[in-house]
């Protein structure tokens, strides 16, 4: 199993956990407590979130976006359902970004994206990945809760499970530092370059719920099984937050492959790559995280994991 993972040529921490118990825990480059920034892969954790609030009767599936954010067109067709499982045809303007260039605040960041959204009524119930999905989910458990997306995370995740290496990356200095952050970093000219922090700190704002935390391998592992097996969400919970449809089969933060059982989570940005794969009842899981990457090697490394995992469940190695 090591060689196999070894032979992907990441560069970073290594987890794998198999039947409950961890299997493998070593770093090629930093350490097994080393923290990253897994970007994308928070969309799982915002998703349960939203389903939390669902599940107490504060917000349905079938809510219509237009009850948070009358101004974004097609606010009346859109639910957050669609929001869920990114088919609410929304996108944001040619050559628009998300947030705000200069960061005021996260309802200042809302307003400006509403601004600069458009909504496609053909691609109402099609699949699109976009983070402004899970930034406008951000905004609505606000408005229902009267907490911030930070404050309702940290009582999710953070107090309940104990987290040691997790922080968002706008926290003082000291507690980015006590997670044990590294910088993340681009190879370019011949040599990794650092990704200037301020860059990063700002398309953390942006992207809202969608890629603002830091996590070490084990606490990402400690929250993705309070997700899928613990107690934050109940087994029709589950059900609903993972219904998928063809083509992506993405669903509340995951791309689900029945046919298989596993949970599929990717990130990368700010030169770092997190990839997860799990079953779904997370007794089986692999986590690698790197803050070294190249331009173009994301989509090659991801395929080459997801073969490798499809390899290791299709022969039934036992030692997974």
């Known amino acids: 199993m090591r060689q196999r993972i070894d032979a992907l040529g990441i560069k970073g921490s290594v987890l794998v956990i198999s039947k409950g118990k961890v299997l493998l825990d070593y770093a090629s480059n930093n350490t097994t407590d080393t923290s990253y920034l897994i970007n994308s892969v928070q969309k ?3 998703a349960a979130m939203v389903m939390k609030l669902v599940q107490e009767g504060k917000l349905s599936l079938h809510e219509r976006l237009a009850r948070f954010y009358p101004a974004i067109p097609g606010a009346k067709k859109i639910t957050i359902e669609n929001l869920l499982a990114m088919t609410a045809g929304l996108q944001l303007k040619p050559g628009a970004r998300l947030g705000r260039r200069h960061f005021v605040s996260d309802r200042d960041n809302l307003a400006c994206d509403v601004k600069k959204t458009v909504f496609k009524p053909k691609m109402l119930g099609k699949w699109y990945y976009s983070s402004l999905n899970y930034v406008y989910l951000c905004g609505i458990m606000t408005q229902v809760t009267g907490q911030s997306y930070e404050q309702l995370f940290r009582a999710t ?62 606490d990402l592992a400690k929250v993705m099984n309070y997700i899928l097996a613990g107690s934050l969400l109940s087994k029709k919970s589950r059900r609903e937050l993972y219904r998928a449809r063809p083509p992506a089969y993405y669903n509340g933060g995951f ?18 790559y997190t990839f997860m794969r799990s079953t779904k009842t997370a007794k089986t899981m692999i986590i690698i995280q790197a803050n070294k990457t190249r331009k173009g090697e994301f989509a090659v490394l991801k395929d080459r994991i997801d073969k490798l995992i499809v390899e290791l469940f299709a022969k039934k190695i036992s030692s997974f």
């Open 255 to 272: 791309y689900n492959d029945a046919s298989l059982g596993l949970k599929t989570a990717n990130g990368a940005g700010e030169g770092y």
């Open 44 to 46: 799982s954790m915002t």
């Open 157 to 218: 995740y953070v107090e309940p499970l104990q987290l040691k290496q997790t922080e968002f990356l706008w926290s003082k200095p000291g507690k980015i530092i006590a997670s044990r952050l590294v910088p993340g970093m681009i190879y370019r000219g011949g040599r990794y370059d650092v990704v200037k922090h301020k860059k990063a700190l700002q398309a953390a704002h942006d992207e809202l719920g969608a890629g603002s935390v830091v996590m070490s391998n084990h």
